[in-house]
């Protein structure tokens, strides 16, 4: 799991938040190891939690 990290982290996070993270959602998950998709749900959690908004629903929205 940590031969190689292959993401950058978000400003302001080190590599060691993103593994802790990504160890958390691997656990709850029940999965054997950290996988990319762990490590890029704990990037988007971590910019999420850094990221002040007014609105209360941040998912994409129809343009149209």
Do not use: W
């Not at 959602?25 to 990037?43: F, N, T, Y």
Request: glycine residues 4%.
């Amino acid at each position: 799991e940590l031969a190689s990290y292959r993401f950058e982290p978000p400003m302001g996070c080190s590599h060691a938040d993103v593994m802790i993270t990504a160890h958390r959602i691997r656990v709850e998950r029940g999965d054997h190891h950290i996988d990319k998709v762990h490590l890029a749900d704990a990037i988007e959690a971590l910019v999420e939690q850094r990221q002040q908004t007014l609105s209360r629903d941040r998912g994409a929205k129809n343009p149209y």
